[in-house]
């Protein structure tokens, strides 16, 4: 158990709706990343944020938001989605941006857009 | 960051050591290599990182050669729970996102 924590576990969805993915980082930890794994693309950046600020964004689309509360936790917001959406979505926290630490990633969450 | 280069899949017999590859020509100077692996869809799991100095931790040795253009991850005694797909990635310290390439897939049978 990494002590990253993503709700929901999994999530079925239509074409075209809007979905929020959580996630909750370990204690401490003031940096929480987004990534997408899909079948044919792999591990995949999305964003990083650092104690409520955006510091990072890899290939996210526009359809994609996310942010980070007081409280930490973050929240990955996605809309108008497609079926190749489709993907896991995994966060990982770390302690922060300035030394060489290691990032803990949650156990994920799958979703299935039909 | 650095790109890295791995084989793309690798057996090892339980309970012997497991050797992973990784090539990192262009490497530089502060960049760190992490290993990372996943086991079937969950998340990815933290296993070491370094510099340019050997390291080890419960979970694995290692080695990066002198001219940090290539490393070694050793699991010293494989079980069937390595079974796992193992990320070598580089980046600089500080830097947020790790970028994964394809991964070596390791399988370790009995």
């Known amino acids: 158990d990494s002590g990253v924590t993503q709700t929901p576990k999994h999530l079925i969805t239509a074409t075209g709706q809007r979905v929020t993915l959580r996630c909750s980082p370990r204690?401490?930890?003031?940096?929480v990343y987004w990534y997408q794994q899909s079948l044919d693309q792999g591990l995949q950046f999305l964003i990083h944020?650092?104690?409520?600020?955006?510091?990072a964004k890899g290939n996210i689309l526009e359809r994609f938001s996310a942010q980070q509360f007081p409280d930490l936790h973050s929240e990955l917001n996605l809309s108008s989605l497609e079926l190749g959406d489709s993907a896991l979505y995994f966060c990982a926290s770390s302690v922060g941006t300035s030394v060489a630490d290691e990032q803990f990633f949650g156990p994920g969450t799958r979703l299935t857009v039909l | 960051d650095a790109k890295t280069t791995q084989p793309p899949s690798m057996d090892c017999a339980e309970g012997r050591a497991a050797n992973l590859p990784c090539n990192h020509s262009?490497?530089?100077?502060?960049?760190?290599v992490y290993w990372y692996r996943q086991i079937h869809s969950q998340g990815p799991q933290y296993i070491i990182h370094g510099l340019k100095n050997n390291e080890t931790n419960e979970m694995a040795s290692l080695i990066i050669t002198e001219d940090r253009k290539s490393s070694t991850l050793i699991l010293p005694h494989a079980t069937l729970r390595d079974t796992a797909v193992y990320y070598c990635?580089?980046?600089?310290?500080?830097?947020?996102?790790?970028?994964f390439g394809a991964g070596t897939q390791v399988v370790v049978t009995p």
């Open positions: 990635i580089v980046r600089v310290v500080g830097w947020g996102k790790f970028q």
């Open positions: 204690s401490g930890d003031l940096s």
């Open positions: 262009t490497i530089s100077g502060n960049e760190y």
């Open positions: 944020y650092y104690n409520g600020e955006e510091r």
